[in-house]
């Protein structure tokens, strides 16, 4: 009898390798079911999840789950998912006034969800502009959907969210794109909860050796643009600029120089409240 692991990720192109690896019958084949779960919410309704035992192991913005932990978020990071950085959109409505990201960060921002990419992001952009945005200027929306509604009622001026996702938006003329933010670490990990890191470590092993080892094989696949652009609905000179900037992981390793920059980053930008070690967010294996 298989047992079940539950993955949960954003309904994004990144997640490509991993609803590859679940189709072919890779994980299946390693005596495991998988149940996906879709997150439209994003990283703040994944880390919801997490504390709520809902999920076993998420693909989740590095920067989300870093502050999630320290935060009391039970889970651990696996492995690295997606090495390169995220390219977030940064938007208004198309009505709104506001012509340049220069001008935002007085203005009122929508978030998925608190401690989402969307509200962490704006905050970390601000702090290198050397900038300050307080708590009360976001107003949580839920998702991209609830996002377009309020940006159009102009009942919020601002919103984060990945590039090519909503480039189908801002072609409509549905929202105005005023900027881009380029996250300055590897935008995806891999984390677990920590009730299936000490009860189903091998199973773990088992689902991450396919996943790495889809991820591997989707970077030499010679029809992943065309997979990308059909399966997300992205025209295919976007999915092929977005495919040909994004590398995978192909193994477990996770930087602990790349940790320190978020944990040093999170704390400058009064996300969290003090510095940390850095050890405490990552899975040790020692013990299988």
Same mark, same amino acid.
């Given at each position: 009898?298989? +047992?079940?692991?539950?993955?949960?990720?954003? %309904?994004?192109?990144?997640?490509?390798?991993?609803?590859?690896?679940?189709?072919?019958?890779?994980?299946?084949?390693?005596?495991?079911?998988?149940?996906? &779960?879709?997150?439209?919410?994003?990283?703040?309704?994944?880390?919801?999840?997490?504390? =709520?035992?809902?999920?076993?192991?998420?693909?989740?913005?590095?920067?989300?789950?870093?502050?999630?932990?320290?935060? $009391?978020v039970p889970a651990k990071i696996i492995s690295g998912y997606v090495k390169s950085p995220l390219i977030w959109g940064i938007h208004s409505g198309t009505?709104?006034?506001? +012509?340049?990201?220069?001008?935002?960060?007085?203005? &009122?921002?929508?978030?998925?969800?608190?401690?989402? $990419?969307?509200?962490?992001?704006?905050?970390?952009?601000?702090? =290198? =502009?050397?900038?300050?945005?307080?708590?009360?200027?976001?107003?949580?929306?839920?998702?991209?959907?609830?996002?377009?509604?309020?940006?159009?009622?102009?009942?919020?001026?601002?919103?984060?969210?990945?590039k090519y996702t909503t480039k189908p938006y801002v072609e409509r003329g549905e929202l105005k794109r005023i900027g881009e933010y380029v996250t300055p670490?590897?935008?995806?990990?891999?984390?677990?909860?920590?009730?299936?890191?000490?009860?189903? %470590?091998?199973?773990?092993?088992?689902?991450?050796?396919?996943?790495?080892?889809?991820?591997?094989?989707?970077?030499? =696949?010679?029809?992943?643009?065309?997979?990308?652009?059909?399966?997300?609905?992205? &025209?295919?000179?976007?999915?092929? +600029?977005?495919?040909?900037?994004?590398?995978?992981?192909?193994? $477990?390793?996770?930087?602990?120089?790349?940790? +320190?920059?978020?944990?040093?980053?999170?704390?400058?930008?009064?996300i969290i409240d003090e510095m940390a070690d850095t050890q405490q967010l990552v899975w040790q294996r020692n013990s299988i």
């Amino acid at each position: 009898m298989s +047992k079940t692991i539950r993955i949960g990720g954003v %309904p994004e192109h990144y997640n490509t390798p991993i609803h590859l690896a679940i189709e072919s019958g890779a994980i299946e084949n390693e005596g495991l079911k998988i149940e996906w &779960k879709t997150y439209e919410g994003g990283t703040g309704e994944m880390r919801e999840a997490l504390l =709520n035992n809902e999920v076993d192991i998420c693909a989740i913005l590095t920067e989300g789950i870093v502050s999630g932990i320290l935060q $009391g978020v039970p889970a651990k990071i696996i492995s690295g998912y997606v090495k390169s950085p995220l390219i977030w959109g940064i938007h208004s409505g198309t009505e709104n006034p506001i +012509k340049d990201h220069k001008e935002i960060y007085d203005k &009122k921002f929508a978030i998925s969800r608190i401690g989402s $990419g969307s509200h962490l992001m704006p905050i970390v952009d601000a702090l =290198n =502009n050397d900038k300050k945005i307080d708590e009360s200027q976001f107003h949580i929306i839920n998702n991209l959907k609830s996002a377009l509604v309020s940006l159009e009622k102009q009942e919020t001026d601002v919103f984060y969210w990945e590039k090519y996702t909503t480039k189908p938006y801002v072609e409509r003329g549905e929202l105005k794109r005023i900027g881009e933010y380029v996250t300055p670490w590897p935008c995806f990990v891999l984390a677990a909860h920590n009730d299936i890191i000490s009860e189903r %470590p091998k199973d773990i092993s088992r689902v991450l050796r396919q996943i790495q080892r889809t991820s591997a094989m989707f970077m030499e =696949n010679e029809d992943a643009v065309d997979i990308v652009s059909k399966r997300f609905d992205i &025209k295919k000179e976007d999915a092929a +600029k977005w495919y040909h900037a994004t590398e995978w992981a192909t193994d $477990g390793w996770v930087s602990n120089k790349m940790l +320190k920059n978020v944990v040093y980053t999170l704390k400058a930008a009064n996300i969290i409240d003090e510095m940390a070690d850095t050890q405490q967010l990552v899975w040790q294996r020692n013990s299988i």
